[in-house]
Structure formats: structure tokens, C-alpha cells
């Protein structure tokens, strides 16, 4: 069985593009008349996976909000009766986005053609459709509960997108002084100091060394400016490298927890993450070792994601997850409580969702903190070192005024 790409028109008229399974090609293209659809371009694929051509666009992430629409849309019309090849065509035509567009067609053509489930259709994306996505529609398909499922997943995905949003948007103003500062004072060393060189050398004096400083490091970035940015890339790049591999990216992750402010910061954001993935999960009806195993899989930060094989030993071996938590020594004590409280009294997937709640509250607080903080440190850098600029050009002229008077 071979994979191949197709680009066809309808009867009506409308291209359309997708993938299809055959022997050959001129099965293929047998299948795709029989159809109704008349070919313009069919492209063989490997055995498995995404056609050639396809893998451009099945590589591209999608954002989490629109896999929210996505995950309501679908739900809503299985609630209305429709049948889910249908339901995935009708979320398709509205949707605007290219490459969940596509996605989707293949979907449509995988559970027409072989009859897969919708996790097993959705697994052939899974740059697209993570780990938490694919399970969670995998437990609603085997426990009959496919709509509660989606909707649940909406609700996880939205929050999830609203935090990360308040986050980002959080920081913009920051970012966006430190690049302007940034460029300020490249643009003042670069192109405006070297014009006062041949004015400070017509005073025939011996200059401030504030002066001298100032005018060497304008000369050196004047000369060499191209290659210091191709070499600060260049780190960029190198450190980039260096902190994918795992070793390394634990250990800094490890500091990184530890940084003032930062850390804590870093690790409510963890955590209100993965009690939203968890409570979501078993609340759907997933095994709680599945959960915990899907859950470890969506943490970023490696030094958290590292106590979760210690917590699925502990949870398989009749091990309270509370305890397990607890000997982890990385999550704080009112999670540890908080999840007591919810084994305890069999509300598990509850308090999960109230820690998410109260962590991702926390998490909009610190980073408002955060934000108060870092501003005008920034703001009393800058205006630093842009004054004192400003005082090593001055000095020369007001030494000149004082020889004068």
C-alpha cells in the first residue's frame, strides 16, 4: 500500500487537495474519479506517513486557539448528529487556517478510505495534534463520550492559550524598551560619536579617558561592527546547540528554578500546566498512569518533567500520587495537600482544576510583578548609559570652556 498526494477539482468545480491510498497510481486515480473528483496532479509518497509534498505543511504547528475553535466546532456539530467524516468536512470549510486545513483533509480521507479511529488518524500529525490531544480523543472514542471530550479539550486549550497570551503580552513592552535601547546606543556609538573624533582632536589636548574609552570602543564597533553581530550570532546559534543536549538543558533548567523571581515564576507556570493537563485527562476518563505519562510528555522544563518517571514507579507500585509528589521535592506543599485532599475524597480531576485555577492566578500576579520590576530597571540602565555617553562627549568641551574663562 503506497501514499500518494492529489490535487483535484470537484464536480462543482472547487480544487481541493488531500492524500489517498492505493497500490499503484492508477488505482488511485480510479478511486479519486470514482469519487466525483477529477485529478490535475497526483504525487507518490512513501509507504507510510505523509505524501512528499505534504510534509511542508503537515510540519507546521498550529496555534493552540484555533485547535481550541477546532476541538468546539467538532464537538458541537457530533452533538448535533452528525457523522464525524461529515462534522471534520464541515470544520474544514471554515476554517482559515492553511495547514490545519489540509490536515484535516487528510483526516477525512484516512477514516474514509481505511477506517481508523479519529486518534489513529490524528497520530499521522503529531506535530499538529500533541500527545494530550490524541489521548484525550482516544478516551472519548472507547468510552463513548467523544463530545464531553472535545468540549473539555476546548476549555483546556483556551486557558492554555490565555495564559501563555497574558505571558507574552506581558513582556512585549519590556522586549520592546530593551530593543530599543539596544539600537539607540548602537546607533550613538557607531554613526554619531565618530563625528565629535575630529572635533575633540582639533582642541589639541590630551582627552578625559572617559573620552578615550568611549571614542575606542565607537572606532571598534565602526570598523567591526558586521562581524561582532555575525559573531553574536553565531553564540546564539552555538548556545542554542548546546542546550539541546540533555545534559546540559537539565542542568540549566535546574538553575533556571533556582534564578530569584524568575524560578518561582517558571515553576507556577509548570505547574498550573500540568494540574490543567492531568485533571483534564482523568476527568475525561483516562487511566491515571496514561495521564501521568502523557502529562510528563507536555512538561517544558526539564528538571520537572524528570521526577515523572519516579511518579508513574510510585503511582503503578500502589503509591498515593500525593506521596510520590511529595518525595519529588520539586512541587510546593499546597499542591502536595491539594492533591491529598482530592485522592482522599475521590475528587481528584476537581482539585486538579482548582490548583490550575489558583496557579495560573499566581502566575498572572508574578508576572505583573515581574513586569514592575524589569521596566524601570531597564528604563534606569538605558537612561544610564545613554547619560553617560552624553558626559564622556561633554567632558572635552567643558574642559575647553574652562581654559577659555
Known amino acids: 500500500m503506497q501514499v500518494f498526494g492529489y490535487t483535484a477539482l470537484t464536480d462543482a468545480g472547487k480544487r481541493t487537495r488531500g492524500t489517498i491510498r492505493s497500490q499503484d497510481r492508477r488505482e488511485a486515480l480510479a478511486q479519486l474519479l470514482s469519487r466525483g473528483m477529477h485529478p490535475v496532479a497526483i504525487e507518490a509518497g512513501p509507504a507510510e506517513g505523509v505524501a512528499p509534498g505534504a510534509w ?15 476541538a468546539r466546532q467538532l464537538a458541537a456539530l457530533l452533538q448535533a448528529g452528525l457523522p464525524l467524516v461529515q462534522a471534520l468536512s464541515t470544520v474544514r470549510q471554515q476554517c482559515d487556517n492553511k495547514t490545519l486545513q489540509r490536515v484535516l483533509e487528510d483526516i477525512e480521507g484516512t477514516l ?11 497520530g499521522r500529525h503529531p506535530r499538529v495534534f500533541n500527545a494530550v490531544f490524541r489521548g484525550l480523543v482516544r478516551a472519548g472514542e472507547e468510552g463513548g463520550t467523544l463530545v464531553d471530550v472535545l468540549q473539555n479539550l476546548a476549555s483546556h486549550l483556551s486557558k492554555s492559550a490565555k495564559l501563555r497570551g497574558q505571558v507574552i503580552t506581558a513582556f512585549v513592552y519590556p522586549g520592546f524598551i530593551l530593543c530599543l535601547g539596544i539600537v539607540a546606543v548602537f546607533v550613538l556609538m557607531t554613526f554619531v560619536i565618530p563625528r565629535f573624533e575630529e572635533l ?18 565607537s572606532g571598534f564597533l565602526g570598523r567591526w561592527w558586521h562581524l561582532l553581530l555575525a559573531a553574536t550570532a553565531g553564540g546564539v546559534l552555538a548556545l542554542i546547540g548546546v542546550l539541546r543536549t540533555p545534559a546540559v538543558r537539565l542542568q540549566a533548567d535546574r ?13 507556577k507556570m509548570e505547574i498550573a500546566r500540568i494540574c490543567r493537563t492531568l485533571g483534564t485527562l482523568l476527568r475525561s476518563g483516562v487511566p491515571i498512569l496514561d495521564a501521568i505519562r502523557v502529562t510528563g510528555a507536555t512538561a517544558g522544563n526539564q528538571r520537572v518533567k524528570q521526577c515523572f518517571p519516579d511518579l508513574l514507579r510510585g503511582v503503578a ?6 506521596v510520590v509528589l511529595e518525595r519529588s521535592a520539586v512541587f510546593p506543599p499546597m499542591v502536595v495537600n491539594l492533591v491529598r485532599t482530592g485522592e482522599e475524597s475521590g475528587e481528584l480531576p476537581a482539585m486538579l482544576a482548582e490548583l490550575a485555577a489558583l496557579y495560573e492566578e499566581e502566575t498572572e500576579r508574578s508576572v505583573s510583578g515581574v513586569v514592575k520590576l524589569v521596566e524601570p530597571l531597564l528604563i534606569v540602565l538605558i537612561g544610564g548609559l545613554v547619560a553617560g555617553i552624553v558626559a564622556a562627549i561633554m567632558l572635552p568641551v567643558f574642559e575647553v570652556n574652562t581654559m577659555v574663562q
Open 255 to 267: 538553575v533556571m528554578l533556582r534564578v530569584p523571581v524568575f524560578g518561582s515564576l517558571l515553576l
Open 112 to 122: 474514509h478510505q481505511e477506517g481508523d479511529t479519529l486518534a489513529d488518524a490524528m
Open 317 to 322: 507500585g500502589g503509591e498515593a500520587l500525593a
Open 200 to 217: 575633540f582632536l582639533s582642541f589639541g589636548q590630551t582627552l578625559p579617558l572617559p573620552t578615550r574609552m568611549l571614542l575606542a570602543v
Open 56 to 70: 511542508r505543511w503537515s510540519l507546521r504547528r498550529v496555534p493552540t486557539r484555533e485547535l481550541a475553535v477546532f
